[in-house]
């Protein structure tokens, strides 16, 4: 009897044991798939942020075709052994000659040159930029006048020169800077023709904006530091009518080669010059100097140090022209492939532009179009 007990206690366990296992079994088993018998089946939704980005990428193709000019540049052909010379090759004389013509060209202001330093930093505090300003009074009146011009159609007047700055932006006041400061250091006679300073002023502001927001976004630079560089890049245009005609150029020829067969030197080598008799930063003064080596020479040609500062402004120069931004020529040489390469970008325009870096460079343009109208 014990015996028999015994058994069936044993059976029971078992039968038990066994419950227990299957139970465990259907827990751990996936849960059946319709797409697994290949009922129901629907295809996989986008996640929000991958639908986001093609929603953003959609947009942004959508905005450039309103600007057809990106796609349709008509680059001025390079002749092969065509290019500028550089101011080791200058002559001994045309330098003597054009450093001796510098050295009559006023300094900047002190004020105005602390404002422009102010502008490069992003740190800098905004009242004491708006106090620099305000120890110049017609310029903080023209600051003033533009910010609340029919460009703008503000709904309300703005009566605070910081409140303006903030609302031009510090790209924007340090274009105007930069005419203040022209104002004071140019010799009058070269005013005799300001609408061709005016485009030349204002192609500048652009090409600030552009250098600023490309060396930013692609080469993580200070947005502050290549749009001064930007601004900068050719100032020596203002300058370069003060020297004398030693010949005549060729209307067939790339603008610096006529500039240097009419003075013996061009307009980026003049202004690496002046930029250096200002005391500018050195990375300011080169880039200067070889903003338009990207046209004509390959990258080696230029110090490492100062290589992507001279693509990104070459670069923002032709973004500029294509939309329509140019100086008082209407040249657009075209960028070498080894550049494009060496930088892993695109050299289509429209893979490097987006539709926020056109409304700023708008923004600078207009804002400079309403500055002048207070002079």
């Known amino acids: 009897m014990n015996i028999f007990l015994i058994l069936i206690l044993a059976a029971l366990v078992i039968t038990l044991f066994n419950i227990s296992s299957q139970r465990k079994k259907s827990r751990r088993k996936p849960p059946h798939r319709a797409a697994d018998t290949g009922k129901h089946h629907k295809e996989k939704s986008p996640t929000p942020s991958h639908a986001k980005a093609q929603s953003a990428e959609a947009q942004r193709k959508a905005f450039l075709e309103s600007y057809p000019v990106l796609k349709e540049v008509s680059y001025t052909s390079v002749a092969e052994g065509v290019a500028p010379r550089s101011i080791e090759d200058l002559s001994p004389d045309v330098i003597e000659t054009v450093k001796e013509k510098i050295s009559t060209i006023k300094p900047i202001p002190v004020n105005y040159l602390k404002l422009m330093n102010l502008l490069r930093n992003p740190e800098s505090n905004p009242g ?99 749009g001064t560089m930007g601004l900068l890049h050719d100032i020596g245009k203002y300058f370069i009518h003060t020297l004398k005609l030693v010949g005549e150029g060729s209307t067939e020829s790339p603008v610096m080669i006529r ?40 990258p080696e040609s230029i110090p490492e140090p100062y290589r992507r500062e001279a693509f990104i402004i070459c670069l923002s120069d032709l973004i500029c022209k294509a939309l329509g931004y140019g100086a008082n020529d209407d040249e657009i040489l075209p960028i070498r492939d080894e550049y494009y390469e060496m930088f892993k970008m695109q050299p289509d325009l429209e893979e490097n532009v987006t539709p926020r870096l056109i409304k700023e460079i708008e923004k600078a343009h207009v804002t400079v179009q309403s500055y002048i109208q207070t002079q």
């Not at 004071?184 to 005799?192: D, R, W």
């Not at 080598?269 to 080169?286: F, H, M, P």
Request: net charge negative; with cysteine; charged share 15%.
């Open 128 to 226: 004491e930029i708006t106090s620099v300003t305000a120890t110049n009074p017609v310029f903080s009146a023209r600051i003033l006048r533009a910010v609340n011009s029919a460009y703008f159609n503000r709904p309300e007047k703005i009566t605070s020169v910081g409140r303006a700055i903030s609302l031009l932006g510090y790209n924007s006041v340090r274009a105007l800077v930069l005419q203040e400061t022209l104002n004071n250091v140019m010799p009058q006679e070269q005013y005799g023709n300001a609408d061709v300073y005016s485009k030349t002023w204002a192609h500048s502001a652009v090409v600030s904006v552009c250098s600023g927001h490309l060396g930013k976004n692609i080469f993580q630079f200070s947005e502050y530091e290549m």
């Open 259 to 298: 500039e240097e067969q009419q003075y013996g030197i061009n307009h980026a080598s003049l202004g690496s010059l002046v930029a250096e008799n200002w005391q500018l930063s050195d990375s300011i003064v080169k880039g200067i100097e070889y903003h338009h080596y990207p046209s004509f020479f390959p």
